[in-house]
């Protein structure tokens, strides 16, 4: 009876799995069909079917042999929107800003033109203003574009410096005595702090610039010498050179006689 039983359940099962309703098969596409030999077969696969190389692992319905899976290559596995040849694009640099670039950074060649050959010479970033300016001409312009400069305004303001000791030591010296050095008695009764303030204007004009520029504000701009600038370069002088000390004396006898004269 147990035999009989199990073949009917098998018989049972048999017809459960005929009667069902065969799965659906996917179909697939196949682009260009005009460009396929006429002899080329496009075979089916499951839908619950999985690709290995040449082997397939199927459901466990196809197992029981009711279902035969059909061997596809995998080259026609892949969808056509997979397998397009993919297209790269880039948005491309904006003209305007590289001409802008060029406009704000232009080159600025130096031209020199000697005897023997002509040197020509691109300019660095920090003399292009420089080069610029001196195309123009304007001595305003260039000596601001010099100034802005931050390598050649170095050597500038040592250049002014040097030109300012160089004054300083000719007011100092003996061959054309200052009346600084004159401390006589008849040179001290002539000794007058506006002639001395001439005597540097004329002998020592970067000297007295710089004594006028560091003194004068808006209400004495317009002056051209003072009594506190006298005293105040006489004492500088001193420092550099102890013989240039006529207005020491002076103020000395002044303090000692209590005169105002």
């Known amino acids: 009876r147990a035999s009989e039983h199990l073949e009917e359940v098998r018989k049972e099962i048999l017809e459960s799995f005929q009667n069902r309703e065969q799965p659906r098969i996917k179909r697939q596409i196949v682009e260009d069909a005009d ?58 640099i904006s003209e305007g800003n590289i001409s802008r670039e060029l406009a ?16 020509n010479k691109t300019l660095c970033k920090s003399l292009k203003s420089i080069g610029k300016t001196l ?20 050597y500038v303001l040592k250049k002014t410096l040097s030109l300012l000791n160089k004054e300083v030591i000719s007011l100092c010296s003996k061959n054309s005595p200052s009346m600084l050095r004159k401390t006589s008695k008849a040179d001290l009764e002539k000794f007058d702090l506006e002639l001395l303030c001439n005597e540097w204007r004329e002998k020592a004009p970067l000297f007295y610039s710089f004594l006028m520029t560091v003194s004068a504000n808006k209400r004495t701009k317009g002056s051209l010498w003072f009594g506190s600038v006298a005293i105040a ?28 004269e």
């Open 35 to 92: 460009n396929c030999d006429e002899n080329q077969t496009v075979l089916n696969r499951a839908a619950k079917s999985l690709k290995f190389g040449n082997t397939s692992a199927i459901s466990p319905q196809s197992s029981l042999g009711l279902f035969n899976s059909p061997t596809i290559p995998i080259g026609n596995e892949l969808p056509h929107i997979i397998t397009a040849p993919k297209h790269l694009t880039s948005t491309p």
């Open 104 to 119: 704000d950074s232009p080159t600025v060649k130096l031209s020199v033109r000697y005897p023997s050959k002509t040197l």
């Open 135 to 154: 195309a123009h001409g304007n001595p305003s312009q260039i000596a601001n574009a010099v100034m802005n400069c931050p390598t050649v305004k170095e």
């Open 233 to 260: 370069g006489s004492v500088l002088l001193k420092q550099k050179n102890e013989k240039m000390n006529a207005t020491a004396a002076v103020l000395g006898i002044v303090m000692k006689s209590k005169s105002v």
